[in-house]
Structure formats: C-alpha cells, structure tokens
T-cell receptor
Framework: DGGITQSPKYLFRKEGQNVTLSCEQN?????MYWYRQDPGQGLRLIYY???????QKGDIAEGYSVSREKKESFPLTVTSAQKNPTAFYLC??????????FGDGTRLSIL | ELKVEQNPLFLSMQEGKNYTIYCNYS?????LYWYRQDPGKSLESLFV?????AVKQEGRLMASLDTKARLSTLHITAAVHDLSATYFC????????????FGAGTILRVKS
C-alpha cells in the first residue's frame, strides 16, 4: 500500500544530543514537509522540499536541519540548538494541487 | 501576514444536534482543506475545496468555501459520538509559494 512512514513512533533526546526523525514515502510525491504540533495547537511548518536536493525553511526552522537526497526520503534532525524540542512531529507529502498526506507522527520528549 | 482563524476552538454538543465550525483567512486563496485528527493520531484529509462556491459533503459533514468573504464552513448535521475529534482547516496561499497555513483546530466533543 502507498503511504508515508515515520519512525520511530516515540523518541527521547538527552541534553546536547542531536536526533534524527525518519520520513519515507512511496506515493511518488515531489513535495515533502515537516511540521511540529504542540499540545492543543495547530501545525507549524519547519521545513519543506519541492524537489530532490532542494529545501526551504518554514516558519520555525531554527534548531532543525533536513536533507532531500532521494525523492522518497526527507529526514529531519533536531539539533541541540533546539531548546524546546518536546512535541509531536508530522511529516507530509503531496503532489501539485493535491492535499498533503500525513504520516503517523513521531512523539519526541526530553530525558 | 498569513493568518487562518478557526472558531470555536472547543465545541461540546449533544448527539443529534447541528453546528458549524468557521474558518477565516487573511488574504486571497481559492484552495482550502479540512482535516480530522483523532487524539494521538495523524491528520486525515476530509475535504478539498478548490474554487469559490465549492461545496463538498461526506456523511454528516458538509464543507463550503466563499473566497470573496475568505471564509470556509464545516457544518455538522445530527452529530454522533464518532465525530468527536479535532478538525483543522488549512489554507493554501498560492501567491506565497503554495504555503499551507493551518488553523489552531476545533476540538469537537459529541456527548451521548
């Protein structure tokens, strides 16, 4: 079945540590996105990529980094510079003029 | 500034009742999406509204778009418990590089 796979489902970060969240899609979508969701709030855009080897900052990119080496994959690294990383992270992908499809999310917490 | 406002943010309603969730946005767009999110889960696409006057219906939910008023509504008819979830609208601001901006979400609780 086509879809978006995020892993892991739960992740714990120690102080000063970088962690990487995986996002893979087999929908052949060109565009991929990373969002952060805090409790009781909407989604905020971290980074997005409309084509391989290219990506743009969203509204809250500080403390995060991404890469887009393959069409299917868009990993997000939460660096130690992100001082408040505890949140629910959602990856999405889409074709042009189509709604974004979302993965099941990764819940990140601080140890 | 690109803003999307939903109201109400919380809605508690009895089964069998009707209600409407509103989504206002700040600047021109004729593409809007509605999503549903269950607790601890991801977002599920409900409706895609692509032009002024667009109306879509699925079961007890009906969504509409008025691009002149910059307003979308999600109408719930004869609510049932299974509709309890958080509902988000998201506006595609095409003139800003297809930036998708989400509303804060409306938490809907349907009481038996």
């Amino acid at each position: 079945d086509g879809g978006i796979t995020q892993s892991p489902k739960y992740l714990f970060r120690k102080e000063g540590q970088n962690v990487t969240l995986s996002c893979e899609q087999n929908l052949n979508h060109d565009a991929m996105y990373w969002y952060r969701q805090d409790p009781g709030q909407g989604l905020r855009l971290i980074y997005y990529s409309q084509i391989v080897n290219d990506f743009q900052k969203g509204d809250i990119a500080e403390g995060y980094s991404v890469s887009r080496e393959k069409k299917e994959s868009f990993p997000l690294t939460v660096t130690s510079a992100q001082k408040n990383p505890t949140a629910f992270y959602l990856c999405a992908s889409s074709s042009i003029n189509q709604p974004q499809h979302f993965g099941d999310g990764t819940r990140l917490s601080i140890l | 500034e690109l803003k999307v406002e939903q109201n109400p943010l919380f809605l508690s309603m009895q089964e069998g009742k009707n209600y409407t969730i509103y989504c206002n946005y700040s600047t021109t767009s004729d593409r809007l999406y509605w999503y549903r999110q269950d607790p601890g889960k991801s977002l599920e696409s409900l409706f895609v509204l692509l032009s002024n006057g667009a109306v879509k219906q699925e079961g007890r939910l009906m969504a509409s778009l008025d691009t002149k008023a910059r307003l979308s509504t999600l109408h719930i008819t004869a609510a049932v418990h299974d509709l309890s979830a958080t509902y988000f609208c998201a506006v595609d601001f095409m003139e800003y590089g297809n930036k998708l901006v989400f509303g804060a979400g409306t938490i809907l609780r349907v009481k038996s």
